[in-house]
């Protein structure tokens, strides 16, 4: 009996201490608030990161980039600082005699670029068959010098068989590069063959027009006053890698009339020709072709007066070389 109640009365005390322990509030009470220099400040606001996001601490700040430094102990940007100043010593310098180093390094600029070099072109060379009667052309210019400034010598002439020169002239011209493509050219020329000679003073232009037109031009002041004028031009279509077909044009005007040598005022002639070309090497190719040519204003005058053609018609056949 005794041990019955004392399980009633152990039993009694657990069931009376039960609400009051309910009843206590303490574990919900709010904890005390921190101090505001104790909050973590506030981040900038990410537009990839949303309001509530970023209330729950779900974002993290990107990094910042690092701001680009220009040269050391300066506060310039990238791009802005200034070069560094260029090696003004020769590493084999330190090894073989300096002497000895410039002459080489002279002797590889020359060889890279500076040097002297002589180069003839023979252009045309030519056998014409004219109605009535059959000639002889030839067109010849060569040079000796660098890159930048050559002296130039330059022949051009035609003949008749059996009759010699009827026409010839010589120029010895200074030539200056102005540009990758084009030459200025000064000088003198002489005229030989038949009729007076006249000496002139030569100023003019050769070079390498767009889409690969050679173009050549000259004004003459003879030692009589007179001005004459030059523009011609031939283009090189290949056909193969060795043929090619190169139409040519000339033409010739003058400031005054010189009964002399039978030139007009004006356009006084105009040539045109179309030859076809076999390159056996780059440095030698026979050619055929044609020619038309037209005399203009009083040149023509003077033509007929003197018993020759105005206009004409040739076939050609030469051989064009280079060394």
Request: some cysteine; aromatic content about 10%; proline content about 7%.
């Amino acid at each position: 009996m005794i041990r019955l109640a004392l399980t009633f009365a152990s039993t009694g005390a657990l069931i009376f201490s039960v609400p009051a322990v309910a009843q206590d509030h303490s574990m919900h009470e709010m904890p005390p608030a921190e101090p505001a220099e104790a909050r973590p400040a506030p981040v900038a606001a990410d537009p990839e990161c949303s309001p509530v996001h970023a209330a729950m601490g779900h974002c993290t700040p990107k990094a910042m980039p690092d701001r680009p430094t220009g040269a050391v102990g300066t506060d310039l940007p990238a791009g802005d600082a200034p070069a560094p100043a260029p090696p003004d010593d020769w590493y084999a310098d330190r090894i073989y005699p300096k002497a000895e180093m410039d002459r080489s390094r002279h002797a590889m600029m020359e060889e890279n670029g500076g040097q002297t070099i002589a180069f003839l072109n023979f252009d045309l060379a030519e056998y014409q068959a004219r109605k009535g009667r059959d000639g002889f052309r030839w067109g010849v210019e060569g040079w000796y010098g660098g890159d930048i400034d050559r002296l130039t010598l330059k022949s051009e002439g035609e003949g008749a068989w059996g009759e010699g020169v009827e026409a010839a002239e010589l120029q010895l011209l200074y030539s200056r590069a102005v540009g990758p493509y084009f030459n200025l050219q000064a000088g003198v020329r002489q005229d030989l063959g038949e009729g007076p000679d006249r000496s002139y003073a030569t100023v003019g232009f050769e070079g390498l027009a767009p889409y690969w037109f050679e173009t050549a031009g000259a004004l003459f002041l003879s030692n009589k006053g007179d001005v004459l004028g030059r523009l011609e031009g031939y283009y090189d279509q290949r056909i193969t890698q060795r043929l090619i077909l190169q139409p040519r044009a000339e033409v010739n005007f003058a400031a005054q009339d010189v009964p002399e040598t039978g030139i007009g005022s004006g356009l006084s002639d105009f040539e045109l020709g179309l030859r076809l070309r076999y390159e056996i090497v780059q440095e030698f190719a026979p050619y055929v072709g044609g020619v038309w040519t037209r005399k203009f204003g009083d040149t023509a005058r003077f033509a007929r007066t003197a018993g020759e053609d105005v206009n004409g018609v040739g076939l050609v056949m030469g051989v064009r070389a280079w060394f």
